[in-house]
């Protein structure tokens, strides 16, 4: 069977793509790490297994949770651990869980996925500083680059990073054609060069 990990991986992304496609990407995760903290309360994790409880029981347990504790005028402990847990983004004002959101627990629920949401919720704040994060692509060519060639490195680079890329140009003789790209720690060698020192090694192997 797949790892907790790697079972939460597309309900992050689903939850994460609506989020930010609707605006309400800190809402999710406001939401997201309140049930986290529940689901992993001891009490609570008993009453996800206990198979005499309904789905939609269990979801609506974490809703009324959330809206009576966090999304109200009064103090509470998971509000108090909301807050000190946002830093900089403190906030005393929470809204109340939405349809949406509702119906992707109800998801989660029906496919007995609950016991997921603290991986979810690391990997959706995973997806949401990538969303932020701009990235630094250096690109050594042997000839100056083309504005369609620059367009199809930086579109390329941002779909398989999931990131902002800006493009920083170097133009290399000494490669003979194609290009060297480098992404933080990581290189690709897709020059001429650089084919033919990989030939060359093959060869003497």
């Known amino acids: 069977m797949a790892d907790l990990s790697t079972l939460a991986r597309p309900y992050a992304k689903a939850a994460f793509d609506y989020a930010n496609d609707n605006g309400v990407v800190n809402e999710w995760e406001d939401f997201l790490f309140v049930a986290s903290t529940i689901v992993n309360d001891k009490s609570f994790h008993a009453l996800l297994e ?17 809206d009576t504790q966090v999304a109200d005028d009064s103090d509470s402990v998971l509000k108090q651990l909301l807050s000190e847990s946002k830093g900089t983004r403190h906030n005393n004002s929470y809204s109340k869980v939405s349809l949406a ?45 083309t ?23 170097m133009v290399d003789p000494s490669l003979l054609a194609g290009a060297t790209i480098k992404v933080g ?7 001429m060069r650089g084919k033919l020192q990989q030939l060359k090694t093959q060869l003497m192997a």
């Open 50 to 66: 206990n198979p005499a409880v309904t789905a939609e029981h269990k979801s609506a347990a974490l809703i009324d949770l959330y």
């Open 101 to 145: 959101l509702s119906n992707f627990l109800n998801q989660l629920a029906q496919q007995e996925r609950l016991a997921l949401l603290p991986e979810v919720y690391e990997h959706y704040r995973r997806h949401k500083a990538l969303s932020l994060k701009q990235l630094d692509a250096y690109v050594t060519s042997a000839y100056p680059l």
């Open 147 to 169: 504005d369609a060639q620059r367009e199809m490195f930086q579109s390329r680079l941002a779909s398989s990073l999931n990131a902002s890329i800006v493009i920083h140009e």
């Open 185 to 191: 720690d990581k290189i690709i060698d897709d020059s």
